[in-house]
Nanobody
């Protein structure tokens, strides 16, 4: 499975960005998908996840501002980020795991996409 992320960039505080992650390869094996981020000098953290059935999970720091969704027909997961803050600045990684394995713990993630940089200026 290959994950191709896109949509990062530079935005002012209060602005919005939409990240996309398209899966290819043995996509039938994918179940949970999600987004992690890693800021300079910090550990990678889960931002949001979504199961194949559409159940979602969010980090407290992004609840009410970010929305994760997926299009199973296009094998793509999205992260709509609104009201961005400078502390959201990080490299964002798409993550996926096969059926029966959650992406809630990064050590369980089977597939990672290359990161996409999100920079929020104050």
């Amino acid at each position: 499975v290959q994950l191709q992320a896109s949509g990062g960039g530079l935005v002012q505080a209060g602005g919005s960005l939409r990240l996309s992650c398209a899966a290819s390869g043995s996509i039938f094996s994918i179940n949970d998908m999600g987004w992690y981020r890693q800021a300079p000098g910090k550990q990678r953290e889960l931002v949001a996840s979504i199961t194949s059935g559409g159940s979602t999970n969010y980090a407290d720091s992004v609840k009410g501002r970010f929305t994760i969704s997926r299009d199973n027909d296009k094998d793509t997961v999205y992260l709509q980020m609104n009201t961005l803050k400078p502390e959201d600045t990080a490299v964002y990684y798409c993550a996926a795991s096969p059926k029966g394995i959650s992406v809630l713990n990064e050590y369980d993630v089977n597939f990672w996409g290359k990161g996409t940089q999100v920079t929020v200026s104050s």
